[in-house]
């Protein structure tokens, strides 16, 4: 079993539909990442978060952790969302990763 | 502006050949990072540098090395050990470790 376990693989949406991505992890962290990879590779950090909840624009990210889960929700998705969204969590000097959600958002 | 660039973003080689790649920032970050991705797989960490002159393996180090000469720049090389050096590599840095962590655009690497 991976550590880090994200939910769905694959995700295609209509523009405009409220999205939300999963991540379950199960160890013990310092804080967890939500990082967005464009088609070219290059990897944008989104949040960074240790407990509760953070908001940035249309994206906000939760996490829970005595359940040790986090979710990722972009409300009212573009295209432009279209992507791949990456969790990771932090422990001591390192992150762990998960394999991934593939988001598309159709127009 | 800040950020870190790496070069090439695509780079071949031919099998038995080591080739290195640099991986530079401007953000006068302590911490450095090299991660291989590969399809299907979560990013991996194959080196980190806390501070200047200091690195430590990460879960994949086998068969690659790199230095730490200047806060700047974290070059990595791929030696001809390394048993399949196709991946893509990002390179990362971050204040110190532990905290929010910034990533190059990735060099993708073909040996043949």
């Known amino acids: 079993k991976n550590e880090v376990e994200q939910s769905p693989q694959n995700l295609t949406a209509q523009e405009g539909e409220f999205i939300t991505i999963n991540c379950s992890y199960s160890?013990?962290?310092?804080?967890l990442h939500w990082l967005q990879q464009h088609p070219g590779g290059g990897i944008v950090s989104l949040f960074m978060l240790s407990s509760g909840k953070k908001k940035h624009g249309r994206l906000i990210a939760t996490i829970n952790i005595q359940e040790k889960h986090s979710s990722l929700h972009i409300t009212a998705s573009h295209p432009r969302d279209s992507a791949v969204y990456i969790c990771?969590?932090?422990?001591?000097?390192?992150?762990?990763f998960g394999t991934g959600t593939r988001l598309a958002v159709r127009p | 502006d800040g950020g870190i660039t790496q070069s090439p973003k695509y780079l071949f080689r031919k099998e038995g050949q080591n080739v290195t790649l640099s991986c530079e920032q401007n953000?006068?970050?302590?911490?450095m990072y090299w991660y291989r991705q590969d399809p299907g797989q979560g990013l991996r960490l194959i080196y980190y540098?806390?501070?200047?002159?200091?690195?430590q393996k990460g879960d994949i180090a086998e068969g690659y090395s790199v230095s730490r000469e200047k806060k700047e720049s974290f070059p990595l090389t791929v030696t001809s050990a390394q048993k399949n050096p196709t991946a893509f590599y990002l390179c990362?840095?971050?204040?110190?470790?532990?905290?929010?962590?910034?990533f190059g655009p990735g060099t993708r690497l073909t040996v043949t």
């Open positions: 990362a840095s971050s204040i110190v470790t532990g905290t929010e962590q910034y």
């Open positions: 160890v013990g962290i310092s804080a």
């Open positions: 540098s806390q501070i200047v002159n200091d690195f």
């Open positions: 953000l006068n970050h302590d911490a």
């Open positions: 990771a969590v932090g422990s001591g000097d390192k992150l762990t």
